[in-house]
């Protein structure tokens, strides 16, 4: 059974960090691409950074360029998003997904996390 296991999300101040998890199973982790989205309330689901697991080219939403940082740790089928200088903005449950071909824009495999709620308080 596939699986997507998010953690890490909290309450933090805004211009603090937190760094979230996704730990993977249930498929070759080396074949999928991996990504992390968020949904705030009342705005559509958002592609915030995504990552190939066999050459690890990441990609970033404009608006967390410089400030979010993916990464993956192979041995352990698990990716991390680093989240620095956080802005009340950037509140919204974030989710993340798995697809053998994964964009910003959506994935052509329906397997999804939980989702974690990340609040940035100004």
């Known amino acids: 059974e596939v699986q997507l296991v998010e953690s890490g999300g909290g309450l933090v101040q805004a211009g603090g960090s937190l760094r979230l998890s996704c730990a993977a199973s249930g498929f070759t982790f080396d074949d999928y691409a991996i990504g992390w989205f968020r949904q705030a309330p009342g705005k559509e689901r958002e592609g915030v950074s995504c990552?190939?697991?066999?050459?690890?080219?990441?990609y970033y939403a404009d608006s967390v360029k410089g400030r979010f940082t993916i990464s993956s740790d192979n041995a352990k089928n698990t990716v991390y998003l680093q989240m620095n200088s956080l802005k009340p903005e950037d509140t919204a449950v974030y989710y993340c997904?798995?697809?053998?071909?994964?964009?910003?824009?959506?994935?052509?495999?329906?397997?999804w996390g939980q989702g974690t709620q990340v609040t940035v308080s100004s």
């Open positions: 997904a798995a697809g053998v071909l994964l964009t910003l824009y959506g994935s052509s495999d329906d397997y």
């Open positions: 990552i190939s697991s066999s050459d690890g080219s990441t």
